[in-house]
């Protein structure tokens, strides 16, 4: 694969790309996207945001609005937290009035970076066989 067209086709705020596959082997149509790196020379993680026009609302099968993750030899430096700042900007630039994002209750980092950019536990859910809903972080105003 060409590496400039896979990173290209990471973005895709107009939900151009193809139909996403679920697991019961059902298809749904695409969300607009954007995937981000995070950076520092090299790479350290990445965090994704997708979104429906006109609403906060997500379908039932997207798991939230933002994800991230930071390899595990870079953890601990503050890259999360400054990439979800910098997400919840695009989010609201986009008109949404909260964000929700999702975590294992055993993810504590991931919890405190969530509460550090003003992310508030909403609800907890039990696992599913294929999905896991946990929490849900509301935009400061």
Not at 11 to 18: K, Q, V
Not at 79 to 86: D, H, T
């Amino acid at each position: 694969m060409n590496p400039e067209a896979f990173v290209d086709g990471l973005d895709d705020p107009t939900a151009a790309g193809g139909p996403i596959p679920l697991p019961d082997g059902s298809t749904v149509a695409r969300l607009p996207s954007t995937v981000r790196w995070i950076w520092d020379g090299d790479v350290s993680g990445a965090i994704g945001f997708r979104w429906q026009a006109g609403t906060a609302e997500l379908p039932p099968y997207v798991l939230g609005h933002i994800g991230f993750s930071v390899v595990p030899w870079r953890r601990g430096n503050g890259y999360a937290k400054q990439a979800l700042n910098l997400m919840l900007g695009k989010a609201r630039r986009q008109g949404l009035s909260y964000v929700e994002l999702t975590v294992d209750p055993e993810n504590i980092a991931s919890q405190r970076v969530i509460a550090a950019c003003n992310g508030v536990l909403i609800e907890r859910f039990k696992k599913a066989a294929a999905l896991w809903r946990c929490g849900v972080s509301s935009l400061p105003h």
